[in-house]
Antibody, heavy 119, light 106 residues
């Protein structure tokens, strides 16, 4: 069974750094893309970016380029989403998804990681 | 960036009624348009892919149509369990989502 398990909820202060994770299992981690989706409280879904762990090819939405970094460690089948300096506006639920190709539908979703940024 | 505009933003519907949600793209995306359902405190669930392809395990009352810039999600004979937010998503160029449509049961 294909599964994505995300790291637990985080509470951080503005200016702090953070790296959340998404571990894939049940499939060939290096042969599928992993994407990230943001959902701010009470709001809709936003496509952030996507990475191919096989060669680390990474593509970002213009809205998120330079704001976050997406990476992957294929040795442990884990993708990451990281911030160098969090803002209150980064408070959101973050989902990871796995897809065979960049133009595919998001069939498999992680359970989500809630990030709260507050002073 | 391709913008997806859904309508309506909100719909209050009685059980067994038919629901139609539209999604318009700012430029042609072929059939690279997918629909999701999200219930409170749950991850989104794929309902329809590539505009009209059904997904295993999704009730047959959900169907999709359209191509190019105009797409429709139809829920025939709405059931109480269909109360949720619905989102369209284009995967033609990177990715974007529509703003969502909340469906409430009267």
């Amino acid at each position: 069974e294909v599964q994505l398990v995300q790291s637990g909820a985080e509470v951080k202060k503005p200016g702090e750094s953070l790296k959340i994770s998404c571990k894939g299992s049940g499939y060939s981690f290096t042969s599928y893309w992993i994407g990230w989706v943001r959902q701010m409280p009470g709001k809709g879904l936003e496509w952030m970016g996507i990475i191919y762990p096989g060669d680390s090819d990474t593509r970002y939405s213009p809205s998120f380029q330079g704001q976050v970094t997406i990476s992957a460690d294929k040795s442990i089948s884990t993708a990451y989403l990281q911030w160098s300096s969090l803002k209150a506006s980064d408070t959101a639920m973050y989902y990871c998804v796995v897809v065979p190709a960049t133009n595919d539908a998001f069939d498999i979703w992680g359970q989500g990681t809630m990030v709260t940024v507050s002073s | 960036e391709i913008v997806l505009t859904q309508s309506p933003d909100f719909q209050s519907v009685t059980p067994k009624e038919k629901v139609t949600i539209t999604c318009r793209a700012s430029q042609s995306i072929g059939s690279s348009l997918h629909w999701y359902q999200q219930k409170p405190d749950q991850s989104p669930k794929l309902l329809i892919k590539y505009a009209s392809q059904s997904i295993s395990g999704v009730p047959s009352r959900f169907s999709g149509s359209g191509s190019g810039t105009d797409f429709t999600l139809t829920i025939n004979s709405l059931e109480a369990e269909d109360a949720a937010a619905y989102y369209c998503h284009q995967s033609s160029r990177l990715g974007t989502f529509g703003q969502g449509t909340k469906v409430e049961i009267k």
